[in-house]
């Protein structure tokens, strides 16, 4: 047990001394969020949907939480030649702890970032619809750190060299943001990206945060949950199995 | 303390480690040296669980670390050619979480991190970020972390790699007194000669995945008629030069030397 605290520990200590890193890191969703959030307002709500900045916040959030979990995850790669894995594994503790100290680790700094971009996102005007939204909000910012980070500890654990990385980026992690409903309604698509849409696991955790944020909701709370829970599950097989057969 | 039987490992088609057979005392220094892929490193991960032997097999303090591997774990400490520190944290804590992981029990872990950190002239910059370290400090804190728990055995893979002589010197004056005081066995992998030289008691040879000589630096010496042991080496293994593809593991080292990490 002590081992997995230790680790989980490590991840937080690493994230809170990374103070610069904090602080850039916040850039990408702010973007997102002034430009868009203020770009499409007039369209969006032209079209009748409503203030497109409450629409878009959530998606900004479920944003932040997906790319640091997965970044954890993959950081994992550097870190088997470089760094501190090489040390861990070799050492007489089971693999499952210590990738079960590096998940919890990583998803809680996400879910930190995720916080810290929800206080950027009420300076830009965002309101919740209620302060008991809140908690809820972090009950599914949770679940996609934990889906996320196990599919991240999946990925860096299989991959062999850094050029993967670059593909992952742009044919995995990127298409699971845009197609998730971050950036536009589900609702009325065109068959094909409806479909496309409905198997992302993102798609139930942003659905999740906007319900619990602003009560609008395409597939309902209760589909989200019961969804993410079992990613979350079959990720966290997929990844501590791919973690225990790493050979250094 | 060590004892391998034709230990044999391919990849694929290439035959990294063709049948070696060594046997170590305990309390000894024993010496890997070879020139690049000979199998140094396949050999030594292969004693310490990272790698799983084709063929052949591994005696580790009486246990066998395919079939034991966390048991045997216990028993050794390892310093890799590569940095396994973690830059963002501190030396105390670097030295906290290897307690951890090795359980060391908690009453002595306290005494013991600041017994080798004093050891190792770490102590002073023990609350100071790991990333601030030069090469030699570095290494001196691995090799001081590999000690923490009490090994019976130390593997050292090309330990002084990219050092200065003083530290060098420094290093291994520490690490000998340990192996004194503690009886503590090391195995170590190089291609400095004077190291292997002045450091190990027993040397063995290895190339192409094979032992070609194996004995004293006095031994080895008088079987090649050579006035060092840099002549007895190159008169066993040839002066041709190795090439090798490099591998995943070399670009990611070239992309972290560009990176600025210090050796």
């Known amino acids: ?248 | 303390m060590i004892k391998a039987t034709d230990l044999v490992k391919t990849f694929g088609d290439f035959t990294a480690v063709n049948g070696v057979s060594f046997e170590v005392q305990k309390g000894e220094i024993f010496a890997f040296l070879g020139p690049n892929g000979a199998g140094k490193t396949t050999t030594i991960k292969m004693l310490t669980t990272l790698l799983k032997p084709t063929s052949g097999h591994i005696q580790l303090d009486g246990l066998d670390p395919t079939v034991q591997q966390n048991e045997a774990r216990r028993r050794f400490g390892i310093v890799f050619q590569d940095p396994s520190l973690d830059g963002e944290l501190t030396a105390y804590e670097n030295m906290d979480i290897h307690a951890v992981l090795y359980h060391v029990p908690r009453r002595v872990r306290a005494e013991r991190i600041e017994f080798l950190l004093n050891t190792f002239e770490l102590w002073v910059r023990r609350k100071d970020l790991v990333k601030t370290f030069s090469g030699g400090m570095k290494r001196r804190l691995e090799i001081a972390r590999g000690f923490l728990h009490t090994p019976k055995i130390l593997f050292l893979d090309e330990p002084t790699l990219g050092l200065d002589p003083q530290s060098r010197n420094q290093l291994w004056t520490e690490v000998k007194n340990l192996n004194q005081s503690e009886g503590v066995t090391v195995f170590l992998t190089t291609h400095y000669m004077d190291e292997a030289d002045r450091v190990a008691e027993r040397i063995a040879i290895i190339d192409h995945g094979r032992i070609v000589a194996q004995g004293s630096s006095q031994q080895l010496k008088e079987q090649t008629s050579s006035e060092s042991l840099e002549g007895a080496f190159l008169a066993l293994t040839g002066s041709s030069i190795r090439d090798e593809k490099a591998s995943s593991a070399d670009q990611l080292r070239q992309m972290a030397r560009m990176w600025g990490s210090k050796r």
């Open chain 1, 1 to 248: 047990m002590t081992a997995i605290y230790i680790l989980w520990l490590r991840e937080l200590k690493r994230y809170v001394r990374s103070r610069a890193q904090i602080v850039a890191s916040l850039g990408q969703p702010l973007l997102y969020l002034l430009a868009l959030g203020f770009g499409l307002e007039p369209v969006f709500r032209k079209a009748g949907n409503g203030s497109y900045m409450q629409f878009v916040a959530p998606g900004v959030i479920g944003m932040t939480v997906l790319f640091s979990s997965i970044f954890s995850g993959i950081g994992l790669l550097w870190d088997r030649q470089f760094g501190f894995l090489k040390e861990t594994l070799v050492a007489p503790v089971p693999r499952i702890r210590i990738m079960t100290g590096k998940a919890l680790g990583g998803a809680t700094v996400a879910i930190l970032q995720g916080l810290l971009v929800v206080i950027v996102c009420l300076l830009v005007g965002f309101r919740p619809r209620s302060v008991a939204a809140i908690p809820i909000a972090i009950v599914f910012m949770a679940l996609i750190a934990t889906v996320f980070a196990s599919l991240g500890i999946a990925i860096g654990s299989k991959l062999e060299n850094m050029q993967g990385f670059q593909l992952i980026m742009n044919f995995l992690v990127m298409p699971i943001f845009f197609l998730s409903g971050a950036l536009f309604p589900l609702a009325n698509l065109p068959r094909p990206l409806a479909a496309v849409t409905s198997l992302d696991p993102l798609s139930y955790g942003i659905d999740g945060l906007r319900a619990a944020l602003i009560g609008t909701s395409q597939f309902g709370i209760t589909t989200d949950i019961l969804i993410l829970c079992c990613v979350a599950i079959l990720l966290m097989a997929l990844g501590s199995y791919f973690f225990s057969k790493i050979q250094l």
